[in-house]
């Protein structure tokens, strides 16, 4: 059974840039699916914000498209996520999860809080 | 872009009840990319279903999928207590390449 873990900071300053990396283990990052980030904002719903495959493919939401970029590290079997230029509206729950073309997103992170406040 | 809508907002019903809640999208969509997902609080969402009526791996036969085109419903035929949680549909393949509805509470009458 495989396994995605979030890790970051847990509070960013606003106008700053927030990273973030989920760490795989379980299955090689380089087997072929997809790989996301989603987001949460407290108590509402989910926001998808970015994809990759290890064909170098990368897939953002257009909303959030000019401030995110997500990689893929195949040596250290992580990917990452950066969000620029940081408001209040970026405050949410960010969840890792990979992506099996034709099944969904079969498994997630626990997800990691991150606030945007000064 | 594709937009899903779900409804109702909030379900309010008993254990041993059945649940139906339904996903439109905006237009006609490919039913093989259509996933439903449970989230409880504080933990991460689970996949349900996919490809609009394929149970994943673990989920019990008393959840069910169907529907094509642009709707779309999900069916929990006796509520345990460990369903009343929220449920959201999702759309990928699509551009953008995911598209979440807003969720359906199913909440304890």
């Known amino acids: 059974q495989g396994l995605l873990q979030e890790s970051g900071p847990g509070l960013v300053r606003p106008s700053e840039t927030l990273s973030l990396t989920c760490t795989v283990s379980?299955?090689?990052?380089?087997?072929?699916?997809?790989w996301a980030w989603i987001r949460q904002p407290p108590g509402k719903g989910l926001e998808w914000i970015a994809s990759?495959?290890?064909?170098?493919?990368?897939y953002y939401n257009p909303s959030l498209k000019s401030r995110v970029t997500i990689s893929l590290d195949t040596s250290k079997n992580q990917f990452s996520l950066k969000v620029t230029s940081l408001t209040a509206t970026d405050t949410a729950v960010y969840y890792c999860?990979?992506?099996?073309?034709?099944?969904?997103?079969?498994?997630w992170g626990q997800g990691a809080l991150v606030t945007v406040s000064s | 872009e594709i937009v899903l809508t779900q409804s109702p907002g909030t379900l309010s019903l008993s254990p041993g009840e059945s649940a139906t809640f339904s996903c439109r999208a905006s237009?006609?969509?490919?039913?093989?990319?259509l996933a439903w997902y449970q989230q409880k609080p504080g933990q991460a969402p689970r996949l349900l279903i996919y490809?609009?009526?394929s149970r994943a791996t673990g989920i019990p036969d008393r959840f069910s999928g169907s529907g094509s085109g642009a709707d779309f419903t999900l069916t929990i035929s006796r509520l345990e207590p460990e369903d009343f949680a929220v449920y959201f549909c999702?759309?990928?393949?699509?551009?953008?390449?995911?598209?979440f509805g807003p969720g359906t509470k199913v909440d304890i009458k």
């Open positions: 999860a990979r992506f099996d073309y034709g099944f969904g997103l079969d498994f």
């Open positions: 379980g299955y090689s990052i380089s087997s072929g699916y997809y």
């Open positions: 990759a495959h290890q064909s170098g493919s990368t």
């Open positions: 237009q006609s969509v490919r039913s093989s990319h």
């Open positions: 490809a609009a009526s």
């Open positions: 999702q759309l990928y393949g699509e551009s953008p390449l995911f598209t």
